[in-house]
């Protein structure tokens, strides 16, 4: 029994490590800024949030450099203040008091820039606070940004 738990740990410790999202493409990382923008503007929001994970995502590559990007994903508050600039995990750590902030982001990038038509659609509520109906009109909106500009509908495409 002795032997079994060290291998368990190591185990543990693999599959961890394994669920962390690898590093974001350029064009999603743009999308999180976006995200992140949007919410520090708000007088309403009172914390600093970081990336913490990706829920889901997918692209459609037009050709020529333009790409349609949909992500879901979440965002932790932090124990800096708002509008921090050096928020790197040692200075902002996660705050464990707060829920997280569920985001949804879909827009046109041409080279990893993101294009300002079709306007970039972001949407971000706490966690808690998500409803089905908000889910399926997220949903929806991305679909109609993509169908409009004549390419593939965007969540019909999956993306690892």
Same mark, same amino acid.
């Given at each position: 029994?002795?032997?079994?738990?060290?291998?368990?740990?190591?185990?543990?410790?693999?599959?961890?490590?394994?669920?962390?999202?690898?590093?974001?493409?350029?064009?999603?990382? /743009?999308? $999180? +800024?976006? !995200?992140?923008?949007?919410?520090?503007?708000?007088?309403?929001?009172?914390? =600093?949030?970081?990336? #913490? /994970?990706? $829920? +889901?995502? !997918?692209?459609?590559?037009?050709?020529?450099?333009?790409?349609?990007?949909? =992500?879901?994903?979440? #965002?932790?508050?932090?124990?800096? !203040?708002?509008?921090?600039?050096?928020?790197?995990?040692?200075?902002?750590?996660?705050?464990?008091?707060?829920?997280?902030?569920?985001? !949804?982001?879909?827009?046109?990038?041409?080279?990893?820039?993101?294009?300002?038509?079709?306007?970039?659609?972001?949407?971000?509520?706490?966690?808690?606070?998500?409803?089905?109906?908000?889910?399926?009109?997220?949903?929806?909106?991305?679909?109609?940004?993509?169908?409009?500009?004549?390419?593939?509908?965007?969540?019909?495409?999956?993306?690892?």
């Amino acid at each position: 029994m002795a032997a079994g738990l060290p291998l368990l740990l190591i185990c543990a410790l693999l599959c961890v490590a394994g669920a962390q999202d690898p590093e974001l493409s350029v064009g999603y990382t /743009r999308g $999180v +800024d976006l !995200a992140l923008e949007q919410l520090s503007s708000h007088t309403t929001v009172h914390h =600093h949030f970081r990336f #913490l /994970r990706t $829920v +889901d995502k !997918a692209e459609i590559d037009s050709g020529f450099g333009v790409k349609y990007l949909y =992500h879901h994903f979440y #965002l932790k508050p932090t124990r800096c !203040a708002k509008g921090t600039t050096d928020a790197t995990p040692q200075r902002c750590p996660f705050r464990n008091d707060r829920p997280l902030m569920d985001c !949804a982001v879909c827009y046109k990038t041409s080279m990893d820039q993101i294009e300002q038509e079709p306007k970039p659609y972001v949407h971000c509520i706490q966690k808690p606070r998500l409803t089905e109906l908000m889910t399926t009109t997220r949903t929806e909106h991305c679909k109609k940004m993509v169908y409009n500009s004549g390419a593939p509908t965007l969540l019909s495409v999956s993306s690892g």
